[in-house]
């Protein structure tokens, strides 16, 4: 078995996204452009309702999975293929948006604490020109670990006996919520060409057998290849542990939408302006 090893830490970014939302990114920044098939992680969190009010109004996406995980707070969500639904704390919402969708992410809340991740995973070019598919999945439904040490909430994949809803997917995800206690330790194996990473939410932690540079809050800690992850946590922490097999294409950005090449995203540009975007 390889021990996987910290590759480099990443702090977050503080920036802002939608219609002036704050938030912070480490993933789809200068330092962590594109962990294949991760484009994205954004933590939107505030005290301050001035700093999420404004929420997400309609916008486009194709080509890409979008996975919303909400720890405080509401979120109402509506989308071009008529889904509508309200998220609460502990809720996960996974939109493959394949060929196109037109949706909006509002509060539904005016005042309190927000707390939520947002993940985009790419899809390769033979999905991107799917009809949209949407999962939504309650808190209490998320499969759970519990011991005396930790718990582990399953958004993807298998930790002991508690499984993520998405079965036979192309990148075969792993998203574990983790919260650890003091001097205990988090063991998991990983498939050995995944890509993989921790966004640490709080506390410190140890990553493998080797020393590292300390880790603290809103960091990104991106991991080498390897097939067994330990974690030790050096105060009570809790982070988010996530995985993929890499896709391996070209990719091209637009903002929300993320294309093989520039003139698919010229194509999806296009066809936003001429209303002929989101076809289901
Ligand atoms: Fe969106």
Redesign the pocket.
């Known amino acids: 078995m390889k021990t996987i090893e910290i590759k480099k830490i990443v702090e977050a970014i503080e920036t802002s996204d939608g219609a002036g939302v704050k938030l912070k990114r480490s993933i789809g920044t200068p330092e962590a452009d594109y962990i294949d098939p991760f484009l994205m992680l954004d933590e939107f969190g505030s005290e301050n309702k001035d700093d999420y009010i404004a929420g ?1 109004p309609p ?1 486009p ?1 194709r080509g890409i999975e ?1 996975v919303t995980y909400m720890l405080k707070g509401e979120f109402e969500h509506e989308d071009s293929t008529g889904a509508k639904g309200r998220m609460t704390p502990g809720d996960v919402q996974w939109m493959k948006t394949g060929a196109g969708i037109i ?1 909006s ?1 509002m509060p539904a809340m005016s005042e309190g604490k927000l707390l939520g991740f947002q993940l985009w995973i790419n899809m390769p070019a033979k999905l991107k020109r799917n009809k949209p598919q949407y999962l939504y999945i309650k808190g209490n439904e998320l499969g759970t670990h519990k011991d005396a040490d930790k718990v582990v909430k399953v958004i993807a994949g298998k930790f002991e006996k508690a499984e993520g809803p998405e079965k036979n997917h192309n990148v075969d995800p792993i998203y574990f919520h983790v919260v650890l206690e003091k001097n205990k330790e988090f063991k998991c194996n990983v498939p050995k060409d995944h890509n993989s990473f921790i966004y640490l939410l709080t506390g410190q932690v140890t990553v493998g057998d080797k020393k590292h540079k300390e880790t603290h809050n809103s960091n990104l800690i991106l991991l080498d290849k390897g097939d067994q992850l330990i974690v030790k946590a050096n105060k009570k922490s809790e982070f988010l542990f996530i995985a993929g097999k890499p896709i391996g294409e070209p990719i091209a950005r637009g903002g ?1 939408f993320v294309m093989n090449t520039k003139a698919e995203i010229l194509e999806a540009v296009q066809d936003y302006h001429n209303g002929t975007f989101a076809k289901y």
């Open positions: 997400f916008h996406h979008t949706h992410e929300p």
